[in-house]
């Protein structure tokens, strides 16, 4: 982070009042503040690209066995930038499934499900109960496009199908 001078050239409404009346109009730049900028703005979800995870479901994530498997990079970009360090370890060092609540905005519902790191390789995984509350009930295919970020108000994934992978949304 960075600080800068921000000069404020433009009267108040009061300012200016003040300044007619005593006769010192037109009046002089004003103040001068010392304001932070940030290296790294805060994140605002563009309205028609809220999507920050894409991804096009393989047979792993539609399988019996597994769960949604979502690439490092995934992660780190979109999700832990949102969590504190404590919860990150835990998740990473300390080998730990860490509760979540993903939002089905499509149907207005909401599962609690679990993240976990990935015991075979870097990427993670969103499993137990992954496929009941998900594939199954939403009837997702290998092929078909899901979308998701996390929203750090409600500290929650929001979940969407974005594509049936025969081309229906």
């Not at 009046?27 to 690209?49: A, G, I, M």
């Not at 078909?144 to 994934?157: E, N």
């Amino acid at each position: 982070m960075t600080w800068t001078r921000y000069y404020n050239f433009v009267p108040t409404k009061v300012q200016e009042e003040k300044g007619e009346a005593s006769g010192n109009f037109p009046l002089q730049p004003f103040s001068v503040e010392l304001v932070e900028v940030r290296d790294d703005p805060p994140h605002v979800l563009d309205l028609f690209n809220q999507w920050e995870i894409k991804k096009v479901l393989t047979a792993v994530d539609v399988g019996i066995l597994g769960g949604l498997v979502l690439g490092q990079e995934q992660v780190y970009n979109h999700i832990f930038r949102y969590w504190n360090r404590e919860l990150v370890w835990n998740l990473i060092g300390g080998a730990q499934q860490i509760p979540i609540l993903i939002r089905d905005l499509d149907t207005k519902t909401e599962y609690n499900l679990y993240f976990k790191k990935s015991t075979m390789d870097d990427c993670f995984v969103i499993s137990t109960f992954w496929n009941r509350d998900f594939v199954y009930r939403r009837d997702l295919k290998e092929g078909d496009m899901i979308g998701m970020y996390w929203h750090p108000s409600s500290s929650s994934f929001c979940f969407s199908v974005l594509k049936r992978a025969g081309g229906v949304e």
